[in-house]
């Protein structure tokens, strides 16, 4: 299978455009699905981008925060520029409109209390 947008050939799922039928990755189906429109360019060469680093060899080599460098969070997100941000700073971002202060890292992530 391959993105009829992108022209990926992997991906966690694969989708459809709801008009054409068109296959589409996730990340292609995603967006269009939540903004009504397709995937811009620089999206798409930021994620090829990722993708181009070679073998990974350990948790050093995988996907770096592009605000405060940690290379673990549970998830990953982007901000508005495209950049791929750890999860609190994209939170951060999100709600208060303004990176997230460097000091507020912190080297292990905090799990939610259950109540």
Known sequence: ?????????????????????????NACGL??????????????E???????????????????????QTRQTSVWRRNKEGDQVCNACGVYERLRGTPRPLSLKRNKIKPRAKH
């Not at 967006?31 to 798409?44: A, C």
């Not at 090829?48 to 060899?57: R, W």
């Not at 080599?61 to 605000?67: F, K, L, Q, V």
């Open 46 to 68: 930021a994620d090829q981008d990722d993708d181009d680093g070679g073998v990974s060899v350990g948790a050093s080599d995988g996907p770096e925060c592009s605000h405060c």
């Open 1 to 25: 299978k391959q993105c009829y947008h992108c022209n990926t050939t992997t991906t966690p799922l694969w989708r459809r455009d709801p008009l054409t039928h068109q296959t589409l990755c």
């Open 31 to 44: 967006y269009l699905q939540q903004r009504h429109s397709q995937r811009p360019r620089e999206l798409i």
